[in-house]
């Protein structure tokens, strides 16, 4: 027997129809286990697709609150949330689209002190947040437990994504060895649609890896440009120096984030 019921049959029936992506598939998808490492607009609507798609569990991480400035792209949010936590709002609606996935929410930033944690049972992760400084936590975590993950981010009318296989290809230190520039999180121009655009094609990207269905980028870049719907593949390769790449694997001790309990809504 499954481990897939009637409804979830019934609700993935359409995509079950694409040729190559069967139930040995669809189940391999129920049984993972997805981080996204912000729910903006790029992360948030990749895990939106992630979950509606059919993934068994989501680990969400992005702190802080929803602002009036977030809302041209925050599509998991609504204007009566402003000033409450984003992660409460996110698994709520989550939940609404597919009470089959489960959903585990953290409101921190990603750290040497709790990634380790956090990716526990992981099988694929989504870079989405915007600064370098938590992407490269990221990458440098997902290289030592040898997971893969997604690296995507957009500025203005322009995108990137590459994946990152460890031990196979190229993570984003060997891309971008420099130090985290200095740059405003907030600072930069974001039309929601744009960073709907590349979370769609994230959520697509961790699928084909998740379930081996397709052909998912590797060891190449998808670039584009929507203000003149420019779109572009360049090859990327394994940077031999880089230091996250060959660091070699010394245990480290694995503890519980200060906030790992999942974010609780406040009373009113």
Known sequence: MGILS???LERYRRQLMLHGFGMA?????KES???????????????IYLAVAGIGRLILVHSGTLTLSNMNRQILMTHDWIGRPRVIRAKETLERLNPDVEIEVHDLRLNNENIMYLLNGVDIALSARPNFEERRVLNRACIRKAIPMVEAAMNGMEGYIFNIIPGKGPCLDCLFPDDNPEWEELGFPVLGAVSGTLGCIMATEA???LTGYGKPLFREMLLYNLHD???RKVRIRKDPSCRTCNEEDKPRKIQAPARAEP???EMA
């Open 263 to 265: 974010a609780r809504q």
């Open 229 to 231: 719907l420019d779109f």
């Open 33 to 47: 286990t997805a981080l996204v490492s912000g729910i903006g607009g790029l992360g948030g609507t990749a895990a």
């Open 25 to 29: 598939e669809q189940e391999r998808l």
């Open 6 to 8: 009637e409804i979830e």
């Open 207 to 209: 699928i084909k890896l």
